[in-house]
Every structure is written in structure tokens, then in C-alpha cells.
């Protein structure tokens, strides 16, 4: 057990995939695994594992923020030896020919400031993906039908973000999308030389002002879960 996790030794699979909301891991977990047991419910940050096609898999929760999502993935590195994770998750669209419901795999991922600023100090890190996931991943989007793009992306400290200039030059320097974990993600991985990869379903659009419905996400985010879990044990 560690502060944030309750998980006994043995609880956590190798390869974790991360929703923000809790409630997602519950559904992600539920739909997707066999026998998913209930491995984490400290502070209501649900986590769950099962098996996916022969393989053990944990699904957890981890919060809104890079602050958040640091916590859970350095104990779930430090303490559990976790060696693949995955974010799959939400973000908005910023390029035309990004559409909502569509796929991003983050390639890199930009931020102003991360919880690991402190240790680069004036460097400004280029935290990416894992190419053999980020490879596996493409494939298997490809495999689904999915309509997907690779590239960059924004890992924002807001949600009401109002720097509308900020944006324009994100939009302008080819940016797919914006979300609020995956750059601190990577940058972990880095650190511990584990594999990480944000598989994102885009639910809204800067540009258009579209928005996917609520009753409509649980759907849309299906396709998300399984390409994350076929390029884990691809």
C-alpha cells in the first residue's frame, strides 16, 4: 500500500492504463476485462484489475491535472513496478481536420510548466511517447476503422484557459489538441525508462465550439480502451 493506493503487493498489473475519471476505470474495467477485481478506492480514485486476452491489466484512476496524474504514476512506478501506461482519455480539438470523436495519439507533448519544471530548470524537455506503443497503437487504430491522428499536443495547468493568443500560435505550429495530463506522464516515463502513451478520443473542438453529449461518451470512448490495450500486448 502507499498513501494514495491500496492496492496490496501483487494488486497491480505491469500495464496500467489511466482514465482521469474514476468512474471511467469502473466502466473501462467492467466492459472490458475478466474478473476485474477492486484493487484501489482511496480518496474515491477508483482502480480496478483484470485480464485482457490472457494478460493482467489495471485500470486506474487518476485525477484531473498533471499535479494528480504525477501522484498516482510515481506510485504506481516506484511502488508497484508498473512498465507500461497508458492515459486514454478526453481532449479538445484544435487543427480543421481534427473532428470530434476522433483519435489522437500524442507523439510529444507541450506544456508551460509541469510538475517536473523543477528538475529540468531552464531546459525545456521534448517529453514523448514510446515509439513501439505509439507504432502499435496507430496499427491497430488502423486495424478498427478508427479515423486517428498522430502528432503533437497541448497538456494544459487549466481547463479555463483564456489565452486566446496562446492558442492561435498552438493552432499555428500544428498542435492536434488539448488535454491536462499526458506531458507530466511522459516526462515519468522518461525518468524510470517506462513505456507511456495518451490515446485521446476528441470530445470537443476550440475551433467549432462543438461538444460531444454526455450520453453519447461512454461510446465514442470505447474504440479509445481498445486500441490502448491491443498496443499494450501488441
Same mark, same amino acid.
Given at each position: 500500500?502507499?498513501?494514495?493506493?491500496?492496492?496490496?503487493?501483487?494488486?497491480?498489473?505491469?500495464?496500467v492504463?489511466?482514465?482521469?475519471?474514476?468512474?471511467?476505470?469502473k466502466?473501462?474495467?467492467?466492459?472490458?476485462?475478466?474478473?476485474?477485481?477492486?484493487?484501489?478506492?482511496?480518496?474515491?480514485?477508483?482502480?480496478?484489475?483484470?485480464?485482457?486476452?490472457?494478460?493482467?491489466?489495471?485500470?486506474?484512476?487518476?485525477? %484531473?491535472?498533471?499535479?494528480?496524474?504525477?501522484?498516482?504514476?510515481?506510485?504506481?512506478?516506484?511502488?508497484?513496478?508498473?512498465?507500461t501506461?497508458?492515459?486514454i +482519455?478526453?481532449?479538445?480539438?484544435?487543427?480543421?481536420?481534427?473532428?470530434?470523436?476522433?483519435?489522437?495519439?500524442? %507523439?510529444?507533448?507541450?506544456?508551460?510548466?509541469?510538475?517536473?519544471?523543477?528538475?529540468?530548470?531552464?531546459?525545456?524537455?521534448?517529453?514523448?511517447?514510446?515509439?513501439?506503443?505509439?507504432?502499435?497503437?496507430?496499427?491497430?487504430?488502423?486495424?478498427?476503422?478508427?479515423?486517428?491522428?498522430?502528432?503533437?499536443?497541448?497538456?494544459?495547468?487549466?481547463?479555463?484557459?483564456?489565452?486566446?493568443?496562446?492558442?492561435?500560435? %498552438?493552432?499555428?505550429? +500544428?498542435?492536434?489538441?488539448?488535454?491536462?495530463?499526458?506531458?507530466?506522464?511522459?516526462?515519468?516515463?522518461?525518468?524510470?525508462?517506462?513505456?507511456?502513451?495518451?490515446?485521446?478520443t476528441?470530445?470537443?473542438?476550440?475551433?467549432?465550439?462543438?461538444?460531444?453529449?454526455?450520453?453519447?461518451?461512454e461510446?465514442?470512448?470505447?474504440? %479509445?480502451?481498445?486500441?490502448?490495450?491491443?498496443?499494450?500486448?501488441?
Amino acid at each position: 500500500m502507499t498513501i494514495h493506493i491500496g492496492a496490496k503487493s501483487g494488486d497491480i498489473a505491469e500495464t496500467v492504463l489511466l482514465p482521469g475519471d474514476p468512474y471511467r476505470a469502473k466502466w473501462a474495467a467492467k466492459t472490458y476485462l475478466s474478473n476485474p477485481k477492486m484493487v484501489n478506492n482511496v480518496r474515491g480514485m477508483l482502480g480496478f484489475t483484470g485480464i485482457y486476452r490472457g494478460e493482467q491489466v489495471t485500470i486506474q484512476g487518476s485525477g %484531473m491535472g498533471m499535479p494528480s496524474l504525477s501522484i498516482y504514476v510515481n506510485e504506481l512506478i516506484r511502488d508497484y513496478d508498473a512498465k507500461t501506461l497508458i492515459r486514454i +482519455g478526453s481532449c479538445g480539438g484544435m487543427q480543421p481536420q481534427v473532428k470530434i470523436r476522433d483519435i489522437i495519439l500524442a %507523439m510529444t507533448a507541450s506544456a508551460l510548466s509541469t510538475p517536473s519544471s523543477s528538475i529540468f530548470k531552464e531546459l525545456n524537455f521534448a517529453p514523448c511517447a514510446d515509439y513501439g506503443l505509439l507504432s502499435a497503437a496507430a496499427t491497430a487504430a488502423a486495424h478498427k476503422g478508427s479515423t486517428t491522428h498522430v502528432g503533437g499536443i497541448y497538456s494544459s495547468d487549466a481547463f479555463y484557459d483564456e489565452r486566446s493568443d496562446l492558442n492561435e500560435q %498552438m493552432t499555428r505550429h +500544428g498542435l492536434l489538441a488539448v488535454e491536462m495530463e499526458a506531458a507530466e506522464l511522459y516526462n515519468l516515463a522518461a525518468r524510470y525508462s517506462r513505456r507511456a502513451l495518451a490515446v485521446l478520443t476528441v470530445s470537443d473542438h476550440l475551433q467549432t465550439g462543438e461538444a460531444l453529449p454526455a450520453e453519447q461518451r461512454e461510446k465514442s470512448f470505447g474504440n %479509445m480502451v481498445e486500441i490502448a490495450l491491443e498496443a499494450a500486448f501488441s
